[in-house]
């Protein structure tokens, strides 16, 4: 049984924060290097027709999980975190990240300017809405993954990669609707993961200290 005190410590509770950035840093940029080339990689397009070629019902299925990725997602984790732990300072972080994650990504769209698959493929097969708009970053994985990072703060150790199963879940998701590339959503990850790391090291150090520890 491990003990990690909440206050002041929820970043490094993680264990390994600056590998994890170090690995999201690089997601971010690699993500990107593919995203501006012109024209789309022959070799994203076939991974976005074979995953788009899923049946209706792994759609079906992964859709109530996609939601994760949406505004609700932030909400719902803080509420949890809310009322199991009673971390008021982490649940109102995690409503924060979650809008700064949201409207970051809109903001990396409109900067770097790339369609949505059905611009490239005309057999895409649009399962969500019209297909139109950008397309990097994903802005629901950008918010899963940034969720489940400050909810694994949160939560025992072996609950952690579920939370990251279903952050990357909500991606594929975006793919399986036709409506994300994939490297949209590997900047999405990498996007959302940085907010949340960047969120638990400000939270360290405003939060007043207490004694509430977690017990994985």
């Known amino acids: ?44 397009l076939d991974l976005t027709e074979w995953i788009n070629g899923a049946p209706d019902v792994v759609a079906q299925l992964l859709y109530p999980i996609m939601q994760f990725g949406t505004l609700g997602g932030p909400i719902l ?53 019209e297909g139109t708009g950008l397309g990097y970053i994903s802005g629901h994985s950008a918010v899963a993954a940034c969720v489940a990072v400050m909810a694994m703060t949160a939560a025992p150790a072996r609950w952690r990669p579920a939370l990251a199963a279903v952050a990357g879940l909500v991606g594929i998701a975006r793919v399986v609707h036709g409506v994300h590339l994939p490297a949209d959503l590997v900047g999405g990850w990498s996007f959302g993961t940085l907010v949340a790391l960047g969120t638990l090291a400000v939270l360290d150090r405003i939060e007043p200290s207490r004694g509430d520890q977690i017990t994985d």
């Open 1 to 44: 049984m491990a003990d990690v005190s909440r206050a002041g410590n929820r970043l490094h509770s993680l264990h390994w924060p600056g590998v994890i950035a170090a690995t999201a840093l690089t997601g971010l940029v690699t993500s990107y290097a593919v995203a501006i080339q012109d024209p789309v990689p022959g070799w994203e």
């Open 77 to 129: 984790v803080a509420a949890a975190v809310g009322y199991f732990r009673r971390d008021w300072w982490l649940s109102a972080a995690t409503v924060v990240s979650g809008v700064i994650t949201w409207f970051g990504a809109k903001g990396v769209k409109a900067l770097v300017d790339r369609g949505r698959p059905g611009v490239y493929l005309s057999e895409i097969n649009i399962r969500e809405g």
